[in-house]
């Protein structure tokens, strides 16, 4: 059984870039979840996506957006970046939309944004 | 909005000693669940428990369990037989159960694990 797996693990861009994380799900999972963790805090939901759909969205700016793809793939995509989006990125994946609350994360992307 | 709250920024504790970490929220919500989620340094953030709601008794795992109170809003978390395998950063965390994968977490606390 394939873990979550997210690319690339750090990168450092600048303010105002544009930034492309992605997460590969649990195999036979088709729900993937994005999570901000800034340093020193617990995650926050970003949004999350069934079925390459968005099915749910935390308290973040439309400039935070997301792809799910047929293979239950996802990216999440950041546009004009600023210095607080610097943080660590988790996906995680999971069966079904509704289910208990067991989510499988990755490793995370580590992203520094100077 | 459910709010996640955890006391104790960081613990430590002697190998094969017990150790009760603290998790309150808040919510008027009466469906929800409860979670305790494990953060190794640099590796994944693993589920160590779950707590429904509605179910009165206590959630245990192993060497881990919980003292769930709900008129109090309080979710502890009571690692028995602690190894150094324990050493992390543990969340707590509410999902209402409508809600599924939306978790809300507390800010964490760091639990060091002594030899």
């Known amino acids: 059984e394939t873990g979550v797996t997210q690319s690339p693990t750090h990168l450092i861009k600048t303010r105002g870039q544009q930034v492309t994380l992605r997460c590969s799900s649990q195999s036979g999972h088709n729900t993937v979840s994005w999570y901000q963790q800034a340093l020193g805090q617990g995650p926050q939901f970003i949004f999350q996506y069934y079925r390459e759909e968005e099915n749910g969205r935390g308290n973040f700016p439309p400039r935070f957006s997301g792809l799910q793809f047929p293979n239950y793939s996802s990216e999440l995509n950041v546009n004009a970046l600023e210095l607080d989006d610097s943080a660590l990125y988790l996906c995680a994946s999971s069966l079904g939309r509704q289910n208990t609350g067991e989510l499988f994360f990755g490793e995370g992307s580590r992203l520094t944004v100077l | 909005a459910q709010t996640v709250t955890q006391s104790q920024p960081e613990m430590s504790v002697q190998e094969a000693e017990t150790v009760t970490l603290s998790c309150t929220y808040d919510?008027?919500?009466?469906?929800?669940?409860l979670f305790w989620y494990k953060q190794p340094p640099s590796r994944q953030m693993i589920l160590v428990i779950r707590?429904?709601?509605?179910?009165?008794q206590n959630a245990t795992e192993n060497r881990f369990s919980v003292n769930f109170q709900k008129a109090a809003k309080s979710f502890s978390l009571k690692i028995s037989d602690s190894q150094l395998g324990d050493t992390a950063m543990y969340f707590c965390a509410f999902m209402k159960q409508e809600y599924g994968n939306k978790l809300v977490f507390g800010a964490g606390t760091i639990l060091r694990v002594k030899s």
């Open positions: 919510t008027s919500e009466n469906n929800y669940y």
């Open positions: 707590q429904e709601a509605y179910k009165q």
